[in-house]
Every structure is written in structure tokens, then in C-alpha cells.
């Protein structure tokens, strides 16, 4: 089973900052994107024949086309520097239909956003919508300098200047008592967004947790972090049960679950591979994972209730999945 997937246009190529240009893309068949919630990202095919994620940028209202940006990475495999070097206006691509795994909380009475470099892209989706409702919302976005802040022409104008502040050359030594002050004034029931570089992300975590629940603390990562130490409880095999069926097959030390499904003809959503960006996500029935993922939240984790099949594992004999 492949994810759904649309041919598209390049209507628009922007340079946004210093190595970030935009793409702006419609359908080849004319007809109207999907709605999807701000954070959602979707898969884009390069030139190369690379597919990564990348999240929407644009007005969430706006079906007509989709806005995404892409940072060229220095040690890049062939999918940012595919599409800075390859694609044109006029350029088709093929694109995955929109994911979210990092939503607007319905429950937070404000709403704070704070981004590093290439992280305001799912957080400037966010900051329409929120004007959107007329909900409170400050937007923090830290960069370099003016000349790496993506978007920042439009983030210097109405509607948004009077939610945006932002923060250039801050120190790594000054970071801790800067994102402090951003939240300083955070009632209970704000929640917090972050997106960007994973150290920047873990010390917004660690001072959004200082003030808030750690359920109020959200985040989105760009790609997987080296994966941890298997713990104690982890098997090297074990055997997943298909609750639609009772069939089971067994996945052993050198095999995912994905591939493991695969052999027996039951094919799971992919795209990354990595655990990020959630394609692979199958709930569990009975049994306990052991997750090796980047995308599920705390309380998911904590919970047990869902999987990513391209990394985690299992801490019991047997997984029955939902499948």
C-alpha cells in the first residue's frame, strides 16, 4: 500500500534567506488541495528521485496551492540540493498528500511559537490560522542574523509584526536566559511550538518544562537523532500478530517490522525511515513497544498505544497490531 501522491506544478521559486528558497506548487489537474491543519508536512519528490518531508508554509485557507521551503544542506543526499539546483518554474513534481503530527492544541487559552532557521515553517502555517481565530499567540524566531531569517518580509508586516519578535546572534550561553524571558509571562494553559535544529529544540523544551506541563510542550523535528541504546527490557526478535487475522510472523534482529510485514504480503505506509515524519504509525493492540521514533509525543509513548514500524521494536515476545 503507497501513501497517495499528486503531480504538481512549480508556480513560484522564491529565495526566502540565506540558502532557503520557497516553492510555490499547484495540481497538474487543476483541482484544489486537500484542507490540512497548520504543522502538516508533506513528501516531496526531488529531480534526483529523493523524497523528504517538508513542512507548509503557507495560508492553511489557501487551496489553490501549496507553499513549502527548503534549506540547502551542505551535506545534503540528493533531495535539498536537488530542488535548489534542479527545479525551475514550470518543474513538475510528485508530492504526498498532507501529515500532521504536530497540531494546535483546541484546549491551550495562548499559544506561543518559537523557531530556529528552517524551524518557522510549520509555525508561520500556524501563526494564519491563529489570526485567523483571533486566538493569542506571540511568535519568537530566532536566527542568525536578518539575512538567514526566512520569510522575513512578510513576518515584518501587518498582520503579523505585531505577534512576531525576533531574536538575531543570540549566544549559546545567552540562549537559556533568552528563551526564559520568551516565557516569562506564560499563564497556565499556554502552550508551546517549537521546531528547528534538535539542540535548539531540547533547550525550549527544557524551558517550556520549567514553567508548563510537559503535555503543553510541542515539537517538530526535521530529521532523526543517532538512534539511543537499546534498553534491557528489548528483545533482539520477537513476533508480531495481526489482530485482523491471528497471523503472526516473526522479526528478527537485523529486520523492522516493516520489512518483516512485508515478506508476508502486508505492506505498511513509508516514506522516511527514519521515525520522523509518521507514515508508519499502526496502532497496538496488546504488547509493548520499545520506541525508537522521532514524532510520537510523551503522552503517545507513554501510553503504548500506537508504533513506528520503520525503527522501534518490541519489549515483549509479541506485538499484536492493529493490522
Do not use: W
Not at 540565506?18 to 499547484?26: K, T
Not at 530542488?83 to 525551475?88: E, F
Not at 520499545?290 to 508504533?307: F, G, P, Q
Not at 513506528?308 to 515483549?316: F, G, K, L, Q, Y
Request: charged share 20%; glycine share 8%.
Amino acid at each position: 500500500m503507497q501513501a497517495q501522491s499528486f503531480k504538481v506544478r512549480v508556480d513560484a521559486v522564491r529565495d526566502e534567506a540565506h540558502g532557503v528558497r520557497s516553492f510555490m506548487i499547484s495540481r497538474l489537474d487543476g483541482q484544489p488541495f486537500d484542507a490540512y491543519e497548520p504543522g502538516a508536512h508533506i513528501d516531496v519528490t526531488s529531480p534526483s528521485g529523493v523524497t523528504r518531508q517538508y513542512s507548509l508554509c503557507g495560508d492553511p485557507e489557501c487551496r489553490d496551492s501549496h507553499l513549502f521551503a527548503v534549506k540547502k544542506e551542505v551535506q545534503s543526499r540528493g533531495g535539498s540540493r536537488s530542488l535548489h539546483d534542479d527545479v525551475k518554474i514550470g518543474t513538475e513534481l510528485s508530492v504526498g498528500a498532507p501529515r500532521n503530527l504536530f497540531r494546535l492544541a483546541d484546549n491551550a487559552s495562548r499559544h506561543v511559537l518559537i523557531g530556529a532557521g528552517i524551524g518557522i515553517t510549520p509555525l508561520l502555517s500556524m501563526a494564519y490560522r491563529l489570526l485567523k481565530m483571533n486566538v493569542p499567540f506571540e511568535l519568537h524566531y530566532f536566527a542568525r542574523s536578518a539575512e538567514h531569517a526566512a520569510f522575513l518580509p512578510l513576518l515584518s508586516r501587518a498582520p503579523f509584526d505585531g505577534y512576531v519578535k525576533l531574536h538575531y546572534g543570540i549566544e549559546p550561553d545567552a540562549l537559556d536566559a533568552e528563551l526564559a524571558a520568551c516565557l516569562a509571562d506564560a499563564p497556565q494553559g499556554t502552550h508551546v511550538y517549537t521546531c528547528g535544529p534538535v539542540p535548539f529544540m531540547d533547550r525550549v523544551v527544557a524551558a517550556g518544562e520549567a514553567r508548563l506541563p510537559a503535555e503543553a510542550i510541542h515539537l517538530e523535528r526535521f530529521a532523526a537523532e543517532p538512534l539511543a541504546p537499546a534498553s534491557d527490557n528489548t528483545l533482539d526478535s520477537f513476533d508480531v500478530q495481526l489482530a485482523s487475522t491471528g497471523q503472526t510472523v516473526h522479526v528478527d534482529s537485523k529486520t523492522s517490522i516493516v520489512e518483516a510485514l512485508a515478506a508476508i504480503g502486508i505492506e505498511v505506509d513509508t516514506s522516511c525511515g527514519e521515525g520522523v515524519c509518521g507514515t508508519c504509525m499502526v496502532d497496538v493492540v496488546s504488547g509493548e513497544p520499545e520506541h525508537r521514533d522521532h514524532c510520537l509525543s510523551k503522552a503517545e509513548r507513554a501510553s503504548n498505544s500506537v508504533i513506528c514500524c520503520c525503527v522501534s521494536r518490541s519489549r515483549t515476545p509479541t506485538l499484536v497490531l492493529d493490522l
